[in-house]
């Protein structure tokens, strides 16, 4: 029979958890793309967190990352069978990021929407052990203990998932200078309707994803190309000229812009750079992944 914990064993439990509150959301968002989600896998991990004895556990940390992980492995299994059924683009979900998230740049980068799109092409076991190994810096024990894998077979998951990831993400870090440049050049291109302006700004194989989860009108397959994608950009924003008006924003560690229409936030885009030019344009309308860009959400490694 297991005994309820005592008061001060309670305590010892939300102080460790409020500790590590922060961590324990990046690594759920990170492996889900989803702040909802990972909102309520940290729920899940509190009540399983609150029934843990102390006295038994050497590693907080450790052992509350075992628990969000598997959660969260639990929750992505799920999230993958809801994805087959969306309506249109599946798109991350956006955050308002702290300015400290934007400094750590290896923080950053691993949040940003290029890369979250990259880990989507993950297996869920690929995607746990890539983000414990390559973001957070886990030992393969640690992470064989959370994924219920051998230390070897963590091994040759995260050599698998290491080089999948390299074939697939932006050729070198972008700094916030270089995304800021792009995006005040694309936002005065829009702003102007200078379709040659914008032309130079987007790179020639861009593509654009549009994430309406069919509740807002957006793309329902990528759009690829800078042609294609300058007219469509020009012609959707310029119909609602005179009610729109974008602005700058630190979302997922990187400066991206938000779109207003009558005065209320209606997409958020963040854009993939290579060498100076946009290579993707990630437009997100969908309103339910739109609640954490009304407060500025905490990330930690």
Do not use: C, W
């Given at each position: 029979?297991i005994s309820e914990p005592?008061?001060?064993e ?6 460790a958890?409020?500790?590590h ?5 990046t690594?759920?968002y ?6 909802a989600?990972?909102e ?6 509190w009540?399983?967190w ?6 038994e556990?050497?590693?907080h940390?450790?052992y509350?990352?075992r628990i969000?992980?598997r959660?969260?492995?639990?929750r ?5 069978r ?5 309506v249109?683009s599946w798109?991350?979900e956006?955050?308002l990021?702290?300015?400290?998230v934007?400094e750590?740049v290896e923080?950053a ?7 979250m799109l990259?880990l989507e092409?993950?297996t ?17 024990d640690?992470?064989a203990?959370a994924v219920?894998?051998?230390?070897a077979?963590v091994?040759?998951i ?6 999948h ?6 050729r ?5 200078a270089?995304?800021r ?7 005065r291109?829009?702003?102007t ?12 194989d ?13 793309v329902?397959?990528p759009v690829?190309g800078?042609?294609?994608v300058?007219?469509l950009v ?7 000229a005179?009610?729109l008006?974008l602005?700058p924003?630190?979302?997922n560690g ?6 207003h229409l009558d005065?209320a936030?209606?997409?958020v885009v963040a854009v993939r750079?290579d060498?100076g030019r946009?290579?993707g344009l990630?437009?997100v309308r969908n309103?339910?992944?739109?609640s954490?860009?009304r407060?500025?959400?905490?990330l930690?490694?």
């Open positions: 029979m005592s008061g001060r309670r305590d010892g439990a939300t102080e958890f409020v500790a509150r922060n961590l324990l959301f690594v759920a990170e492996m889900l793309g989803s702040a989600d990972a309520d896998v940290l729920q899940e991990t009540l399983r609150a029934g843990v004895d102390l006295a556990v050497r590693d940390r450790a509350l990352v969000t992980t959660q969260a492995l639990n992505l299994r799920t999230l993958g809801r994805k087959e059924s969306y249109g798109l991350p956006p955050l990021t702290t300015p400290d934007a750590d923080l980068d691993s949040v940003s929407m290029a890369m990259v092409t993950l869920p076991t690929e995607r746990a052990v890539f983000v414990l190994r390559e973001v957070f810096d886990l030992g393969y640690e992470i203990e219920e894998k051998s230390p077979a091994r040759q995260a050599h698998r998932a290491r080089a990831v390299a074939a697939r993400r932006p070198g870090v972008v700094s916030a270089e995304s440049q792009a995006l005040e050049a694309f936002r291109a829009v702003e309707g200078d379709l040659q302006g914008l032309l130079d700004i987007l790179s020639p861009v593509v654009l994803l549009g994430d309406g989860g069919g509740v807002k009108q957006a329902l397959r690829t800078r042609d294609k300058a007219r020009l012609g959707g924003l310029l119909k609602h005179a009610s008006s602005g924003a630190q979302v990187y400066p991206a812009l938000v779109v005065g936030l209606d997409t750079l060498e946009i290579t990630y437009a309103p339910e992944k739109l954490h860009m407060r500025e959400t905490a930690r490694r």
